[in-house]
């Protein structure tokens, strides 16, 4: 769905930022889970919305419980929340050379960052749900 300003985030549910507002993530307060910010600070790169934010503060709310995924695209947009998703812990999906119309993004975000899976837009679904099932295959932290 689009997302909307202060929504509560819910499982298996997939937000996609509004056209022209950066959106973001913050953890949830008074018993709230985390919830969607949206805002019109300037572009990152050059486009607004931009993926940089949105996974610096999934990085931060969720840790190594998140996944990112960076696809096909011009720039390096990505890169560096993802090297932020995966320096908290998470994991990486990134679209490989063959399939991207643009390699920029994706590029980008494995040369800074690394990935646990380079997929052809075919399989990324399939790394995701590899990647969600290793995530759940983990002990909580501090056990």
Known sequence: AEAQADETIM???IYVAPGGLHMTVREGVARKG???ALDRSPPIWGVRPSADPLFRSVAACFGAATVGVVLTGMGRD???GM???????GLAV??????????????AAFQLAGADHV???SE???AIVS????LEAQPPRGM
């Open 124 to 126: 990324v679904a399939e």
């Open 94 to 107: 990134v679209q490989d050379r063959s399939s991207s119309t643009i390699f920029g993004m994706p590029h």
């Open 11 to 13: 499982h298996d549910r």
């Open 83 to 89: 090297r932020l998703i995966r320096d908290a812990g």
């Open 34 to 36: 985390a919830t969607i």
């Open 131 to 134: 990647c969600l099932a290793q």
């Open 119 to 121: 997929a052809p837009l």
């Open 78 to 80: 990505g890169a560096e």
